[in-house]
């Protein structure tokens, strides 16, 4: 029996600084975040690294049972390159707090590289009055990419017990159909 708790501890302590940022740019920006429930449309089908994939499988197995067996077979149907994400439900995600990394992120000032410059993006329905964008406010995705990934990295070689895993990544889909 695995420790789960421990296998997702580097990736736990991520989350918590990921919410606190997000958490300080709500507060900050308040007037120019739009994001809502029933305001989804950034809710589309990821592909996420097992560290990821796994938490989601642990966080869905605590779902009452008809909402989990109806959860995986929606999953089971669902087609890898359907656009919305198959967690969302009635405008909002089933799985809110075990959401990904990306989906904590989505809306907010996102620091970027397109080709040799860096862009910041955000949604479109958000920042609309906002001249500037403090620096402090804004992710840098390229290093919170790669703390994910160096995490992951390390969660798969204790996960899979030093063997390769099967795929890199997993569409959320196949993760809600992992059983632990």
């Known amino acids: ?3 789960f708790a421990e296998l997702l501890k580097n990736y736990y302590q991520l989350v918590v600084k990921v919410d606190r940022l997000c958490s300080e740019i709500m507060v900050h920006c308040a007037d120019e975040i739009r994001c809502q429930k029933g305001c989804d449309s950034c809710c589309r089908h990821f592909s996420v690294f097992w560290v990821e994939a796994v938490n989601l499988a642990l966080a869905a197995k605590q779902l009452p ?4 067996s109806t959860l995986r077979n929606r999953a089971q149907s669902f087609e890898n390159d359907a656009a919305v994400c198959p967690l969302l439900e009635d405008g909002a995600c089933l799985l809110y707090d075990a959401r990904p990394i990306i989906c904590r992120t989505h809306g907010l000032p996102i620091l970027s590289r397109n080709n040799e410059t860096h862009v910041i993006d955000f949604c479109p329905c958000n920042f609309t009055t906002m001249e500037s964008i403090p620096g402090n406010l804004v992710i840098n995705l ?5 703390t994910l990934a160096a995490i992951n990295a390390l969660f798969v070689s204790r996960f899979f017990d030093g063997n390769p895993p099967p795929t890199e990544r997993l ?4 993760a809600l ?4």
């Open 177 to 180: 159909l992992i059983t632990l």
């Open 1 to 3: 029996m695995k420790d």
């Open 142 to 146: 390229d290093l919170l990419n790669n």
């Open 65 to 68: 049972e008809q909402k989990l």
């Open 171 to 174: 569409a959320i889909a196949e």
